[in-house]
């Protein structure tokens, strides 16, 4: 069933992932989710992963790898290779000196940060570390494709090696965050023709390769919230006047608008077997933080 909202979509799991096409306003849905987990009477932290700092604009706050409260109950981080690296090394090393050691060594940071899986391996350890912490993590992935290699790590992990220590870490990170009855994706789309595509395809991509499930579809940005049935017929006879003509033209655009949202919902609901919420269009924002408010009030209702 659809709704305007999902009030209470990040309780359903202790992490929940966010992802989508680029652009599509992932950041200030993770942020307005964690708000209004935090609303709820959780504790909850929101973590990017190793991004140029999106959630820190949002937030208008500075982030690094260690949560900082952003929020009364949230908490906000950027995990980043460099960071995590001694953590999860020192997980296979008990010795923190050697770890430290291997970390300062050029040669072999850079061996770690570009080999296949392992920065990516490292990134989710650190979404690991935290999940006793918090009552929910939300976690903002990069855009579709690099989040699809991310969701896959433990699996690539376990082809590269098959038993040992990184086998072994491969499998407490899957069990730790990423076993369907712990997570759950949540895809932000918006309602136009390529964002909608490729919303569809990746969400056709993760049911084939990821065993969890995606919970919903946040179509960002729209007018239909604003636009309901009886206001829409009200619209349409103002158009009709040709006395008001600058008054015209901008109703026009919000009718167009939410038919826009109306073609997206239905080539979506077509397509997924998800429900798919809607979220309203921002008309004015002073600060990436001001439009956190009327998202957490759509999340809310």
């Known amino acids: 069933m659809d709704s305007h909202a999902p009030r209470r979509l990040v309780l359903d799991r202790p992490i929940t992932f966010i992802t989508g096409k680029g652009g599509v306003g992932k950041s200030s849905v993770a942020a307005a989710l964690g708000l209004q987990g935090a609303a709820l009477g959780k504790r909850i ?71 296949p899986s392992i920065s990516e391996a490292v990134l989710l350890d650190a979404v690991a570390s935290y999940r006793s912490k918090y009552d929910h ?6 855009a579709s494709g690099h989040a699809l290699t991310l969701l896959q790590v433990p699996d690539m992990l376990r082809r590269m090696v098959k038993r040992g220590p990184v086998a072994k870490k491969a499998d407490e990170i899957e069990a730790a965050i990423l076993m369907p009855d712990v997570a759950q994706i ?20 993760l049911q084939a390769v990821s065993k969890l499930r995606i919970a919903a579809v946040l179509l960002n940005q729209t007018m239909s919230p604003l636009v309901q049935g009886s206001e829409r017929a009200m619209l349409e006879k103002l158009t009709a006047d040709p ?46 933080r001001d439009i956190l408010g009327p998202i957490q009030a759509a999340l809310a209702s």
């Open 45 to 115: 932290l929101v973590a990017e992963l190793g991004t140029d700092g999106h959630l820190a604009r949002v937030f208008a706050q500075k982030l690094g790898h260690k949560p900082v409260q952003v929020a009364p109950g949230l908490d906000a981080a950027n995990f980043v290779v460099s960071e995590g690296l001694v953590a999860t090394l020192s997980s296979f090393v008990p010795f923190e000196r050697v770890v430290r050691t291997i970390v300062q060594n050029r040669i072999l940071k850079m061996f770690i940060e570009t080999a």
């Open 137 to 142: 993590i939300i976690v903002e992935l990069p």
């Open 186 to 205: 949540v895809l932000v789309a918006l309602p136009e023709a390529l964002p909608v595509q490729e919303t569809i395809e990746l969400a056709t991509k």
């Open 243 to 288: 006395k008001a003509e600058q008054l015209r033209r901008h109703l026009q655009h919000m009718l167009d608008a939410a038919r826009r949202d109306d073609k997206a919902l239905i080539e979506l609901r077509a397509k997924l077997d998800v429900p798919i919420y809607l979220l309203p269009y921002i008309m004015a924002a002073e600060s990436p």
